[in-house]
């Protein structure tokens, strides 16, 4: 069982910042092959990739965030983190980490509330 928590969100004026944190149980580093992404949803939306990133390093972005927003592990070896800049109303949702193996077991953690308003 992969344990996963967010942190990081809050209110944030536009063209503002925030980094999001994913804690998880498992080390990234001696795990099996896996992605962490990260997911967000909007209010009466449907809940749409962000960001992913494999154990070998490999990204790719939605394309509404690309250039603004980073996922990394930053060195950590139990943590994935969302750099997000430039940030819009239209970023506004809960974002949620999640872990999936190649094999396709995957988990999700509670999610975290980001909100852009001024």
């Known amino acids: 069982q992969v344990q996963l928590a967010e942190s990081g969100g809050g209110l944030v004026q536009p063209g503002g910042s925030l980094r999001l944190s994913c804690a998880s149980s498992?080390?990234?580093?001696?795990?099996?092959?896996?992605?962490v992404a990260w997911y967000r949803q909007a209010p009466g939306k449907q809940r749409e990739l962000v960001a992913r990133?494999?154990?070998?390093?490999?990204?790719n972005y939605a394309d509404a965030v690309k250039g603004r927003f980073t996922i990394s592990r930053e060195g950590a070896k139990d943590t994935v983190y969302l750099r997000m800049n430039s940030l819009k109303p239209e970023d506004t949702g809960v974002y949620f980490c999640?872990?999936?193996?190649?094999?396709?077991?995957?988990?999700w953690g509670q999610g975290t509330q980001v909100t852009v308003s001024s």
């Open positions: 999640n872990y999936k193996t190649y094999a396709g077991t995957e988990y």
């Open positions: 498992v080390d990234f580093f001696t795990s099996e092959n896996h992605a």
């Open positions: 990133r494999t154990r070998y390093g490999n990204t």
